[in-house]
């Protein structure tokens, strides 16, 4: 069974920094496309905040960021661990949300910021930002 097991939130002041991981088990990253970060504040809906996608051969990835984070947020992967990591810096109260991992099978440069095209999900990790 597949599971994604999200950690690293918590409350942060304003301008501050968090580093997110995501663990996978029951596939290895040699199953998935994709692994993103997805996130969702209350009384709003789920955003895409920053996606790696690999090459068909998978030598290598791209790696995609809503323009909200661009420039403050980096996602990575270690193959060996199974773990994608969602390094956040420079933090804002308005990045306040449950922040979720994602990963699809297969899905298209054109859907990467679609979360219905992913098939796994984690549970959810809280971070909170204050001012």
């Known amino acids: 069974q597949v599971q994604l097991i999200e950690s690293g939130g918590g409350l942060v002041q304003a301008g501050g920094s968090l580093r997110l991981s995501c663990a996978a088990s029951?596939?290895?990253?040699?199953?998935?496309?994709?692994m993103g970060w997805f996130r969702q504040a209350p009384g709003k809906e789920r955003e895409f905040v920053a996606s790696?996608?690999?090459?068909?051969?998978?030598?290598?990835?791209?790696?995609y960021y809503a323009d909200s984070v661009k420039g403050r947020f980096t996602i990575s992967i270690d193959n060996a661990k199974n773990t994608v990591y969602l390094q956040m810096n420079s933090l804002k109260v308005e990045d306040t949300a449950v922040y979720y991992c994602?990963?699809?099978?297969?899905?298209?440069?054109?859907?990467?910021?679609?979360?219905?095209?992913?098939?796994?999900w984690g549970q959810g990790t809280q971070v909170t930002v204050s001012s």
């Open positions: 994602a990963a699809a099978t297969s899905i298209s440069k054109t859907n990467i910021q679609k979360g219905s095209d992913y098939d796994y």
């Open positions: 029951g596939r290895t990253f040699n199953n998935y496309y994709a």
């Open positions: 790696i996608l690999w090459n068909g051969w998978r030598t290598t990835y791209t790696a």
